[in-house]
């Protein structure tokens, strides 16, 4: 399966529901369904006028068929901000413009490779795509989710894969879920147990926090292990024609900008300067 | 009966008013996925330089009350990668298009502009004489009624192609700078570019964006370009290219009514890749519904 081409789509809201404190789950009908690798994005709006003037990128949490030939596509998302609280805000048939999808998501193509896919916060939105493929493929995996306490951690229901699904490590900052601790430091500590041939055969896709991404990509980097860090910024066009979004990544000797909603979001992370 | 919607721009003859402005439509070829790019008046392209360039550091944009501050700082891939990989592509698509260039002297303006000339495909060379955020970004010679004179000037020296020379707000008199371009061979003037401006964090007490400042566009700027434009078309002969906040037909209606030729669509572009393709099929609707054959009709026509 590979990617739809990108597009401009009029969708129109199907549901609309909160989560918990605070996260949101939307579903939007769509005029044609579309493909997506996991990692990719669109760019979203829906709140009336001109401010906030900017649509905002949301990780494509599924997408399938609707009825009458008709596409669907959902995301998860957390109110941080004003463009958030006012797409909380919309409701069913409400009409929601969409970009998508955008980007360059996670390379799951290598076979024999085993992934522990990363989420720290709502940065489970991101990778859960990739779960659900490597599920779908049958392929060996782990994940391990991290918040900084109970309700921010996704609902149990919400986890990909059906019986095909890896392990699930969840953990809380507070312990009041899972177990105690970061994230980043669960992870590095499973980390220091591994062989060296277990390190090589090992891919860790990641969305989270930058000082998270930054700690794993080391550790990672250290033992010879890949890794695949889905970033993050501040984005105007989300297709690749403003250059707003660049982030600095080594070229040889060299660094150089590359846009993080075109030759991103996901990259190699041993290429990004943290 | 369609409406006629073609436009004069000197010697140069543009299907219909609607442009996209420079470095918010990256090089045209981004857009075709979206919709047939040759249907558009003409692409502008991001602002070219001699060298390729790396732009500012991040972050390079902010949000702020319906507009946005950018410092992206012109970074493109240089004249050359344009004329090999991006203009072919640019005429297979059958688009009209123009180059946006800059220099950090006006020796490299006339190097880029030669470099352009040669290429038949190429409708205009738009010169920015007005980045607010790179330090030689233009701003200099825009400033002044003698630095437009001296810049346009030597750029027409350098080319043969219509010349478009397009001007700063960040400026007291912006009809007087309109005026020596116009006096030293620029075949049209587009304005505004971005308005100058700045947002900070008042918890973390820094400024937002890395360059501190930044161009201000979009809606906010509206009502300013408007004003400009108004101005620019009173005093200058040749034609004008008006620019900044144009979201809908009906803003791009306004800047045709008080005398612009031709318009530009930027942030518009991010939030809605259709918005010129929008922009152009609402003008064509208003005309019919006003029963105005021509869009010659409605330019210029501000009552008093
Ligand atoms: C490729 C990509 C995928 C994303 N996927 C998801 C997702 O699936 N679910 C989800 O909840 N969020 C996701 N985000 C983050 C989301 O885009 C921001 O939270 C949102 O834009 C904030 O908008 P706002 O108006 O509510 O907040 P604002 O008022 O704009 O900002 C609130 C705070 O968040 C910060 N912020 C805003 N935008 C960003 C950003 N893009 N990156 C980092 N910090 C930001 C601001 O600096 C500020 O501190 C993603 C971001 C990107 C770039
Ligand atoms: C991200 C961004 C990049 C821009 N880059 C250029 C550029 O390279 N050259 C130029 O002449 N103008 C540049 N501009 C200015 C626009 O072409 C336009 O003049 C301005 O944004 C006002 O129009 P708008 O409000 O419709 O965006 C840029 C604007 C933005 C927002
Ligand atoms: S957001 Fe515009 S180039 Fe990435």
């Known amino acids: 399966m590979s990617p739809s081409r990108m597009r401009f789509a009029a969708g129109r809201i199907v549901r609309n529901e909160g989560h918990g404190e605070i996260f949101y789950r939307l579903e939007a009908s769509l005029p044609e369904p579309v493909e997506f690798d996991p990692g990719q994005f669109a760019m979203v709006s829906g709140w009336p006028g001109n401010d906030p003037l900017l649509p905002r990128p949301l990780a494509i949490f599924r997408a399938g068929q609707g009825t009458k030939g008709k596409g669907t596509v959902e995301f998860v998302y957390k109110v941080v901000g004003r463009g958030t609280a006012l797409l909380s805000g919309l409701h069913p048939g409400d009409p929601l413009s969409l970009t998508l999808p955008l980007g360059r998501g996670f390379d799951l193509g290598k076979d024999g490779r085993r992934y522990w896919l990363v989420g720290g916060g709502v940065g489970f939105a991101t990778v859960f795509p990739a779960a659900a493929m490597l599920a779908r493929r049958r392929a060996e995996y782990e994940m391990f989710l991290g918040s900084r306490t109970r309700d921010q951690l996704p609902p149990k229901e919400w986890t990909p894969g059906g019986s095909a699904a890896g392990r699930v490590h969840r953990c809380t900052e507070d312990g009041t879920a899972g177990s105690f601790g970061r994230v980043t430091d669960i992870v590095k500590e499973r980390m220091a147990v591994l062989t060296e041939a277990e390190a090589s055969r090992l891919t860790i896709l990641a969305c989270g926090p930058r000082e998270m991404l930054k700690e794993i990509a080391r550790a990672a980097a250290s033992l010879g292990a890949g890794m695949q860090a889905a970033l993050e910024n501040h984005m105007a066009c989300g297709f690749g024609v403003c250059w707003g979004c660049v982030v600095a990544l080594r070229e040889g000797e060299k660094t150089g900008y590359r846009r993080v909603c075109r030759e991103g979001p996901v990259f190699d992370a041993r290429e990004v300067v943290w | ?304």
């Open chain 2, 1 to 304: 009966m369609t409406p006629d919607l073609a436009v004069s721009l000197g010697s140069l003859r543009l299907k219909n008013p609607v442009m996209s402005a420079s470095g918010t439509f990256g090089y045209g070829l981004e857009f075709a996925p979206f919709y047939d790019i040759s249907r558009l008046g003409a692409i502008v392209v991001k602002g070219l330089s001699l060298a390729p360039a790396q732009g500012n550091p991040p972050g390079r944009i902010v949000e702020t009350a319906s507009g946005m501050l950018n410092a992206i700082g012109l970074q493109n891939i240089g004249v050359e990668r344009f004329l090999a990989d991006v203009a072919p592509r640019l005429s297979d698509a059958g688009a009209t298009f123009a180059a946006n260039i800059y220099g950090r002297t006006i020796e490299e303006y006339e190097a880029v502009a030669e470099r352009l000339s040669g290429l038949a495909s190429l409708a205009a060379i738009e010169v920015n004489a007005s980045c607010p955020n790179v330090k030689e970004g233009g701003m200099a010679f825009g400033a002044t009624p003698e630095g437009i004179s001296l810049l346009t000037g030597r750029v027409r020296r350098a080319t043969g192609k219509p010349l478009w020379v397009k001007l700063s707000p960040n400026v007291a008199d912006i009809a007087s700078i309109a005026a020596a371009a116009e006096d030293s061979g620029a075949d049209a003037v587009s304005l505004i570019n971005t308005i100058v401006g700045m947002a900070v964090d008042h918890r973390t007490r820094r400024a937002r964006l890395a360059n501190v400042t930044g161009g201000l566009s979009g809606p906010a700027i509206k009502p300013v370009a408007l004003r400009m434009v108004w101005e620019v078309c009173r005093r200058v002969k040749i034609p004008v290219i008006g620019i900044g906040g144009i979201q809908t037909a009906s803003d791009a209606l306004e800047f045709l009514l008080v005398g612009a030729q031709a318009v530009q669509v930027g942030t518009a572009n991010f939030r809605n890749p259709m918005a010129c393709v929008e922009i152009l099929e609402g003008i064509e609707a208003f005309l019919r519904e006003e029963r105005l054959h021509d869009i010659g009709d409605y330019r210029g026509k501000l009552l008093p």
